[in-house]
């Protein structure tokens, strides 16, 4: 063996072990998260011993003194030897501002979960899928759009309405929201951006529509709960619509957060917006800041994350009932040129604020 060949077999059994202390520490940051523990350090002005750590949130001392050993040894939480007191565990605010609820958009720590969950969730038949090719239906990841909903109430609470909506257009669609007009969200899941939507703009009218069942019964629940007037909820397939004469020229407004990638007829879908559309109208499709050329994508901060829950989620859930399987990672130029062939004119490709996952791809009918 050469050096150079030993010098790169060298670099690669290092790096193979950052992927099996990272991938382990990335499960434990999770149940972290889940369990609030982050919340609960964040609180503390000094560090604190395992035992008033585990007492504040409520967990046990053992489970919570391992915890906190994954979490030192990997940098999280700083351990703080004290005579008297034996280990003491501290949360640097530095670490805090990306990991913990408060973080907002900023919010790194809830996607620690994320992996983990798919794992358990459908590890097996995406095994399953590599020997035959099919699909995952959206009803085996019951766990998953629960997280999802608290992703998006992470994104969307935060911003939403503050920044994301007063950049559409140089802000002219807050003032048409204002006014009142009609919006729909596509694949609102349990329609937490139509509902902030919906509460900031009381004179529009908002309708979210979703192919699941269960999210569809939730997002009905939520908004009967809370009272709202100008929401709706529809079961409803996006690949139908050009078919359903009912919703032809209804909006004013479509938008589709994270949702375009995960149908399973992904050129159906936008044609079905842009025909549910009045003359005129708009469409704000938000999706995954990537290439279409995997080359590109190489030096993508996040293409290990992003292509990981694609193969996970996004491609299974699209290749279902023999779709197209397009996956997060189908890029900014296939949407743009499939946003073209659906019919939209003046197809603009914009930054998010404080959004370094999406892009705002802003078109109309």
Not at 76 to 104: C, S
Not at 165 to 172: A, I, N, T, Y
């Amino acid at each position: 063996m050469n050096e150079k060949s030993k010098h790169d077999q060298e670099n690669f059994s290092e790096k193979l072990t950052d992927i099996l202390n990272y991938g382990a520490l990335n499960l434990a940051m999770g149940l972290g998260y889940r369990m609030r523990l982050f919340d609960v350090m964040d609180t503390f002005k000094t560090p604190q011993p395992a035992a008033v750590i585990s007492q504040e949130a409520g967990l046990n001392e053992r489970y919570v003194l391992e915890w906190l050993g994954v979490m030192v040894t990997g940098g999280i939480v700083r351990l703080v030897k004290d005579q008297g007191d034996g280990d003491l565990f501290h949360l640097p605010k530095t670490h805090a501002d990306f990991i913990t609820r408060r973080a907002g958009n900023n919010n790194m720590g809830v996607y620690t979960q994320e992996i983990p969950l798919l794992t358990a969730t459908v590890s097996e038949a995406v095994a399953n899928g590599f020997k035959t090719g099919e699909g995952i239906h959206y009803d085996q990841y019951p766990g998953f759009y629960r997280f999802m909903t608290e992703l998006a109430d992470a994104k969307h609470l935060q911003v939403l309405v503050s920044q994301f909506l007063p950049s559409v257009e140089h802000g002219e669609m807050v003032k048409r929201l204002e006014q009142g007009i009609s919006v729909c969200d596509m694949g609102c899941g349990e329609g937490v951006a139509l509902m902030v939507m919906a509460e900031a703009f009381p004179k529009s009218r908002f309708i979210g529509i979703d192919i699941s069942d269960g999210v569809i019964e939730k997002a009905r629940s939520v908004a009967e709960e809370k009272g709202f007037q100008n929401v709706s909820f529809q079961k409803r397939d996006a690949a139908l619509l050009t078919e359903d004469r009912k919703l032809h020229d209804t909006f004013d407004y479509v938008t589709a957060f994270d949702a375009i990638h995960d149908q399973t007829k992904p050129a159906e879908a936008l044609e079905g917006i842009f025909t549910v559309l009045k003359a005129g109208g708009a469409f704000s499709m938000v999706d995954i800041a990537a290439s279409s050329d995997l080359e590109k994508n190489m030096e993508h901060p996040m293409g290990m994350f992003l292509y990981t829950v694609s193969l996970m989620h996004c491609m299974p859930v699209g290749l279902a009932d023999g779709g197209m399987g397009l996956g997060m990672m189908w890029g900014r130029e296939k949407a743009v040129k499939m946003l073209q062939q659906a019919g939209f004119t003046g197809v603009s490709v914009e930054e998010i604020p404080n959004d370094p996952f999406n892009l705002h791809f802003f078109c109309k009918k």
